[in-house]
């Protein structure tokens, strides 16, 4: 017999364990009174501990920045080695979305 798959709860619960071995450091903040309220009634309502979620807000908020700010290097590093595209190009570009002939992003 197959065994069944798993069901999305059990994938999420599956992975908050994996993540929870992997976490071994400890961090304190401090909260305004409001946060700590809104926080403290989403716990109860997720039926999650506090520091479970305070280090997920934190790994989406560090994994958002790290790509955000690899973007605007890797823009800069373009505009340095001169590889930049006209407002021209681009405005053309922009005017052709959901037209016939829509044209390709300028490079």
């Given amino acids: 017999m197959r065994p069944r ?56 908020y560090v994994e958002s920045e790290e790509w955000q700010l690899g973007e605007l290097q890797a823009g800069m590093a373009e505009l340095d080695a001169r590889h930049e595209v006209s407002h021209e190009k681009v405005s053309k570009w922009l005017k052709s979305w959901g037209k016939r002939g829509e044209t390709k992003a300028p490079r």
């Fill in 5 to 60: 798959p798993l069901v999305a709860d059990e994938l999420l619960s599956e992975h908050v364990h994996r993540r929870a071995q992997v976490m071994t450091e400890t961090l304190s903040i401090r909260l305004d009174a409001e946060t700590t309220r809104r926080l403290d009634a989403l716990s109860k309502r997720s039926k999650r501990s506090k520091s479970f979620l305070a280090a997920e807000a934190i790994a989406a």
